[in-house]
């Protein structure tokens, strides 16, 4: 007697042990996302290119401008309160002069580099006195003078006439330089009348590469921002393109502005 019963289990193995019905499972579908239109308008990109952009921009130039004018020449300055002429009495050209030495703040100072680099020096001395007020000087420009002669001291030290005008137009003063100290030499007692005699130096010793570049940033700066309007149209960020074309009479009113309030700071 065969037992079909017994091999009910090798006929299921063959097929679906489980033979209900089972419904699939699906995944929920995906909403697709619309591409951004890069010909929308957009405002806030807009207002960066009005405003945000020029206005940075202007103050960038105003800042570049008004610091190359203070650095583009290694310029010096200094100045010295003279008691009197009461030092050392000196003999040049068979005259006596009294002397003072000044030490100024400044890099040493040599006439043959001034001249042969053509650089800026001024120095002078003045009485002070408002209602007869005099003054010797010595600057480059007199020197360049085809008449200017340097004079010899007996010790064979060399000394730079100077100009005197005013109530010392009468004074014979010269000037020796060595480094930084300045010896003034004059050829007759000077009445004070409690007044302090003032000597002042101010030069330049070449260009500063600092404010060299400084000086070109402000057209490095208009370079970059029209370089920054077709960026924006080629790259079809047209609200920012438009806003930097708007943007070109915002740039000037910051650039003036700036200005004045860095002019009004520095006086301060």
Known sequence: MNDKSSDWWKDNAQGNLFTG?????????????????????????????????????????????????????????????????????????????????VFFDIPPVDFFEIQENDFWFHTVVDNGWYDDWGYCRLDTDYMDNPSYLVVQSDNHGIWYPMDCEGSMNDYNMLLQVNGQTFTYAIDQEIELDSTTLHADVEGDNGVNPSGLFLAFAPYLLILLYIGMIFWSFITKKRSLGFGLLGGIFVAPVSFCFSMIILFILSDL
């Open 21 to 101: 019905d089972v419904s699939s499972v699906s995944s929920p579908s995906s909403i697709p996302i619309a591409p951004v239109d890069p010909n929308n308008f957009i405002w806030s990109q807009f207002l960066i290119g009005l405003l945000l952009i020029p206005i940075f921009t202007g103050f960038l130039m105003s800042f570049s401008a008004f610091s190359a004018e203070n650095m583009i020449d290694d310029y010096y300055h200094d100045d010295s309160a003279l008691d009197s002429f009461d030092q050392d009495i000196i003999n040049i050209s068979g005259e006596e002069y009294q002397t003072i030495d």
